[in-house]
Every structure is written in C-alpha cells, then in structure tokens.
C-alpha cells in the first residue's frame, strides 16, 4: 500500500510540473532610458506605482539619474511597457526569459525521492533492537532525510512563487547631461562606400560633368569621426577632357540632433556632418593639388553595434577651381565593426 502511495505521489507531482510548463518562468527586462525632463517622468513613474499598487525593491535618484527595480504582474508589464515608450528615447532593452518547469520537475522527484526514503527509514527502525548499532545508524539517516526534505521544499517553493513573474529594472538618464559625454574610445569599423559627384557649373569641354567614386571609409569611434580615401572617375572618354580623375582624402565628423534622439534608433537616425581634406585632380598631362570642405546632411539606414548602413548628400567645395569643381556629392557606405 505505501508503494502505491509513493508512486501515485510522484505521478501527481511530474504532472504539475507539466502542467505549468507554458507559465512557469520568469521575464526580466533591464530597460535605460533618455529623457528631456527627469521630474516629469519621475511623477509618471510614481503614479504608474500607486495606481498599480507597487512597491518597488530598490528606488535611487540623483541629480542627473533616476534607477528603481520592481515586480509587475503579467498585465501590468505590458501596460509598463507601451507606456515607457512616450517617456524619451530607449537607449537598451534586454530582455530575458527564464523557465523554471524543469527545474520544478526535478525538485519534486527529488523531494519524492527523500519521502520515500524516510518511510524505509521509520520501518528499520521500527524493525531493529533500540540498543544497537544500527538504530542509530538509520536515526541520523533519517534526520539528514528530513533536513534534505526541507531544503528542496524551499526550493520548491521559490520555482512555484516565479511562476509569470516580470522583473523590471530601470533606469533613467537626463539626454542633455548624457549628450555632454560623447564616447570618443577607438573603435575598428572600417569599410566601403560608393559616391556619385555631380558638379553644378563645370566647363564640359575641360572638366567633367558627373564622376563615380569608390572609397575606403573608416569610422574611428561611435560618435562617427571617420577617415576617407577614395578614387574618382569620369564616366566620359573624351582625350580632350582636361581633368578625367579625382584622388581624395578626408576627414569627417557626423553630429546627431537631441531633439531627433540622438543617433540612438536602429532605423533611420537623421545627422549633419562636415569633411575636409585634399585631393588631387589629375588628367593626361595636367594636375591640380588643393583642399575642400563638404558640408552635409544624411540618414542611417539601419544603425547596429556591429553594422552601419548610411547614405548622405553634400555639397563639395574645392579651394582651387572652385567655380568648375564645386557640385553635389550623394554617398552610400557600409562599415562592419572588427
């Protein structure tokens, strides 16, 4: 009769594991935030705290910063979360799923497992002379059974108490104060890029009216400070063509708006720039050695650690020959950070 006990005990308890395996975890978001108005979102906060009924586990605000960690329910996550979105620019969102069903399952066939083991316990010692050596033996036997029960029911207990728990931690940071910090560290992230110059006012029999380029564009930290060596070359093959290519080098710097957030979105982030350097304009016979300037505006098309994407227009504007030489420049480029 016990042994059916025992495993009609350990088939409830697989079962319930089982039965939670959809529910029982665990999501933790860890979310940073930029805000223009850090009182503003603070009272926002609070009143998402009191109409929800939370009280949160740790709450710190300094001048600049504003952190807390919390517990929110299923329905309240997701409220969280939609809301969060109109209270500046998400600068990192984690998020991570932790299932504890396997976890629940092993647990209570361990917890089986002991159970059975102290009811063996209790029937030697029921079985054996008081006075010998092997009463004693099984005793502490059973006192470590029932220690080793213990501990896996608080076990137990911990898994069952994160069945659909939402863990949030965050923090919040005033844009301005954090736009003052601009992360100038090297980074490795060279790559390609391909221009289209179209002068505005070239003389057709002597300069070129439209030039394609390919440059070796690297980016030497995340604030976009970059380097450019490139080639270009007419489209034309006229020999009576004054000047056919363009050698190139430069450097750039791209600054972001905080109104347009700042470089922070994957898609689509809207930035200024300016370039200088030199360049040398060559054809059979002749060559013309100057500096310029290009002012610019442009938008990244997808924006990760790792890859850029991006694609501007400016306007190139030589030193010397500038009257031939000056024109639209449209450029396209990919880095890949190493």
Known sequence: MRAIFIILLTAICSLNAYSQIDSLKTISLDVVILVTNLEKTQKELDTFFE?????????????HLFESSFVLTQNTYYVFVDQIENW??????????????????????????????IEEYHSFIKEVDVKSGNHVKYWERLEFAKVALQEQKVLQKEYLA????????????????????????????PGIQYSYFIPTNSDAETY????????IKYILNRRKTYLELGLFRTDRTNDNIKYNELYKFGIGQDFYSVHLGRGTRQFMNLYSGFKIGTFILTGNEDRLISWYGTPSIGVEIY????????????????????????????ETSFNLLF
Do not use: C, W
């Not at 005033?174 to 992230?189: E, G, K, L, T, Y």
């Open 162 to 189: 994160s069945n659909q728990r939402f863990k949030v931690k965050l923090r919040i940071g005033v844009a301005s104060h954090v736009a003052n910090r601009p992360d100038f560290s090297f980074i490795n992230m």
């Open 303 to 330: 924006k990760h650690k790792n890859i850029l994407i991006d694609t501007k227009a400016g306007y190139f504007l030589p030193f010397k020959e500038n009257r031939n030489m000056r024109g639209f420049l449209i």
């Open 51 to 63: 109409n929800n009924n939370i009280v949160p586990d740790l709450l710190n605000q300094f001048t």
């Open 88 to 117: 500046g620019v998400i600068t990192s969102r984690k998020v991570t799923s932790t299932n504890y069903t396997e976890k629940l399952h092993a647990v209570n066939q361990e917890i089986a497992r002991i159970e059975k083991q």
């Open 208 to 215: 070129p009216q439209n030039m394609n380029g390919y440059s």
